[in-house]
C-alpha cells in the first residue's frame, strides 16, 4: 500500500483498489469521480472573491452565463460529475428535495452504489473568505442491481458506509476520506491539479483543549450540554479548554482531528433535533471520526449506529477526540 508522501491521490486509488474485497473498480472510479468534482468546485470556489468583478448570483456574465449561488453550483458540478460517469445508481443531495435515481438505461441500473452528498457546506462563510467544506457519504445499494433505486438505499444506518470523506477549501484545498481502513488526507497543488498524500493515517488526539460550539445558543441548551461547557471553562487540570467555532463543520472537524478537540451542535429549546442533518453531515463525519480513532454520538447513541428515517433528519452532534465525547456523554446522562 503506497503511504509515502510524494503519492498522488490518483495513484492512491488504483494502488488500493485491490484490497476491497470483491473489487471491481466501481468504487475506485467513483472516488475518481469525486476527485474530479472536488476540483472543479475547487476552482470555483476560489474565484468566489471576485464575484463584484464577475458577477453576483442572479447576474449574466459577460461570456452570457447565468451566474450561480455556489452551493447551487457545488451541487450541480458534483451530480453531473456523478451521473456523466455511470457510476452510481441514486444520489442524495442536502440541496434536492428528494433523491436521484439514475436509471437512464439498463447497463447504469446495475451499478451498486449510492451517494449522498452535501455539495458545500457552511456556505454562508463564502461571502466572508472563510473555509468551506464538500462531505461525501457512499453505501451499498440494498435494493437488487439492475432495479430503480428506493428511498431504503439511502436510510441505511451509517455503520453500512463503504466510504466517507470532506474536501476542505481551506487556505490549501484538502480531500480527506476513508473506505473504512484508516483515514488519508490529500492535498491540493492547484498549480497542476494534482492532490498528494499530505496526511497518512490521520487519528484524533485521545484527548485535546478545544471545544468548538455555537455559544450564542448556550441559554437554550440542555442543562447537561451547559454543565459540560461550564467544564471545558473551569480553571483545573488542563483546562479551561480554548474554544474555537468557525462555523464550518468540515473545518472545525479538521482543525479538531489534527489538534485534539471535541465539536458539538446540540439539541436546544429553539431546535429540538440541533441542526445538522444526519445523512449529508453527522454520518460520514462520524464513519471518519471512528476510523481515525474518534468518537462521534447524538449525546447517547452513536451516530452511526442510529436508523435513519427520512432523508434530511436532523441530529443532536458530538464528535471529536474520544476522552471528550464520553465526558460530553457523561455530563448529559
Ligand atoms: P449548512 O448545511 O446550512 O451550511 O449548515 C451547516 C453548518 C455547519 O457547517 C456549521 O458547523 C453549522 O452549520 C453552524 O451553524 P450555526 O451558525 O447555527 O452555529
Ligand atoms: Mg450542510
Do not use: W
Not at 436546544?268 to 476510523?291: D, V
Not at 474520544?322 to 457523561?330: G, L
Amino acid at each position: 500500500m503506497l503511504k509515502s508522501k510524494n503519492t498522488t491521490l490518483g495513484e492512491y486509488i488504483i494502488e488500493n483498489q485491490s484490497s476491497f474485497q470483491y473489487s471491481s473498480g466501481e468504487l475506485s472510479k467513483l472516488i475518481n469521480a469525486i476527485r474530479l468534482a472536488a476540483k472543479v468546485v475547487n476552482h470555483e470556489v476560489n474565484k468566489a472573491g471576485l464575484i463584484d468583478i464577475l458577477g453576483a448570483a442572479g447576474d449574466t456574465n459577460i461570456q452570457g452565463e447565468d451566474q450561480q449561488k455556489l452551493d447551487v453550483l457545488a451541487n450541480e458540478k458534483f451530480i453531473q460529475t456523478l451521473k456523466n460517469r455511470e457510476i452510481v445508481c441514486g444520489i442524495a443531495s442536502e440541496e434536492e428535495d428528494d433523491f436521484i435515481s439514475i436509471n437512464s438505461n439498463d447497463e447504469q441500473h446495475r451499478n451498486k452504489y449510492v451517494v449522498l452528498i452535501d455539495p458545500l457546506d457552511g456556505s454562508s462563510n463564502i461571502d466572508v473568505n472563510v473555509s468551506v467544506g464538500t462531505i461525501f457519504s457512499i453505501y451499498r445499494r440494498i435494493t437488487p442491481e439492475g432495479t430503480p433505486v428506493t428511498l431504503e438505499d439511502f436510510l441505511q444506518p451509517g455503520r453500512n458506509q463503504v466510504a466517507a470523506g470532506y474536501i476542505v477549501y481551506g487556505t490549501s484545498t484538502m480531500l480527506v476520506y476513508t473506505t473504512g481502513d484508516g483515514v488519508n488526507g490529500f492535498t491540493l497543488n492547484p498549480a497542476i491539479g494534482t492532490f498528494y498524500l499530505s496526511h497518512p493515517n490521520m487519528e484524533f488526539p485521545e484527548t485535546g483543549k478545544i471545544y468548538s460550539v455555537n455559544e450564542g445558543n448556550y441559554n437554550h441548551f440542555p442543562q447537561g450540554v451547559k454543565d459540560y461547557i461550564k467544564y471545558c471553562q473551569k480553571e483545573e487540570d488542563d483546562r479551561p479548554y480554548t474554544s474555537r467555532y468557525i462555523g464550518s463543520l468540515v473545518s472545525d472537524f479538521h482543525r479538531n482531528m489534527i489538534k485534539g478537540g471535541i465539536y458539538m451542535y446540540p439539541k436546544s429549546s429553539k431546535a429540538s433535533n440541533g441542526k445538522l442533518r444526519l445523512l449529508y453531515e453527522c454520518n460520514p463525519m462520524a464513519f471518519l471520526a471512528e476510523q481515525a480513532n474518534g468518537k462521534a454520538s447524538d449525546g447517547h447513541t452513536a451516530i452511526l449506529d442510529l436508523q435513519p428515517t427520512e432523508l434530511h433528519q436532523r441530529v443532536p452532534f458530538f464528535c471529536g477526540s474520544i476522552k471528550m465525547v464520553e465526558k460530553a456523554e457523561e455530563f448529559m446522562k
